[in-house]
């Protein structure tokens, strides 16, 4: 069992469409991080959240920690190919611990 | 600034044989961490060094080995390959812990 899970593993959409991408666990996390990891590459940090309840924006991208820091989600607006990859969340429960990563959603946008 | 970099890009390797990899850090980052992550799986942490020592260790056997280096370079090492070693081997440097993590482009390790 992963300490997170994510879902859906896998989701293809046609360009211009919405998606969301959750990430939950039943432990605290004291910070949780996005990343994109396309073919032949290293992940690609996207974003880091540490406060409950906070919201970021990159884009099209909206981030959200949840209240209690246990899960986060991750919505694309108007989806286009070059978000195209797999998204991997991550989280830290204390300070000491290692950065530990979810499954992946492997995202594929069509044109 | 140059990015993580790591060597060899592939490598393939007869089961029971010693693989190394290696791993440049960003300038100034002193924590270096390497990742397995097998076909279209996850990453699963394997080690974490910080100013030269081991900081935390994965659920991994004995013969998988590392050291930092005193420039934070760091070197993987593999011994007694299994074919279920085969995976993308991934390094990444961090500023100082909580920071988020830069990653290099793996070292893609076959065990035939």
């Known amino acids: 069992t992963q300490l997170l899970e994510q879902s859906p593993q896998f989701l293809s959409i046609q360009e211009g469409e919405n998606l969301t991408v959750y990430c939950n666990s039943s432990?605290?996390?004291?910070?949780l991080q996005w990343y994109r990891q396309e073919p032949g590459e290293g992940p690609v940090l996207l974003v880091t959240?540490?406060?409950?309840?906070e919201v970021k924006k990159l884009k099209r991208l909206t981030f959200q920690f949840g209240d209690a820091r246990k899960d986060s989600s991750l919505h694309i607006t108007a989806a286009q190919p070059g978000d195209t990859g797999l998204y991997l969340c991550a989280g830290v429960k204390a300070a000491g611990n290692k950065l530990t990563f979810g499954g992946g959603t492997r995202v594929l946008v069509k044109p | 600034e140059a990015g993580v970099t790591q060597s060899p890009t592939h490598l393939i390797k007869t089961r029971g044989q010693q693989a190394t990899l290696r791993c440049s850090p960003i300038?100034?980052?002193?924590?270096v961490y390497w990742y397995q992550q097998a076909l279209g799986l996850g990453l699963q942490f394997l080690l974490w060094?910080?100013?030269?020592?081991?900081?935390n260790r994965g659920n991994f056997p004995p013969r998988f080995s590392g050291r930092q280096f005193p420039n934070y370079s760091s070197e993987l090492n593999v011994n007694a390959l299994e074919l279920e070693d085969s995976a993308l081997y991934l390094c990444a440097s961090s500023f100082r812990e909580g920071y988020g993590y830069t990653f290099g482009s793996g070292t893609r390790l076959t065990v035939v």
């Open positions: 959240v540490v406060t409950g309840g």
């Open positions: 432990s605290v996390f004291s910070s």
């Open positions: 060094y910080d100013e030269g020592e081991e900081r």
């Open positions: 300038s100034g980052h002193t924590s």
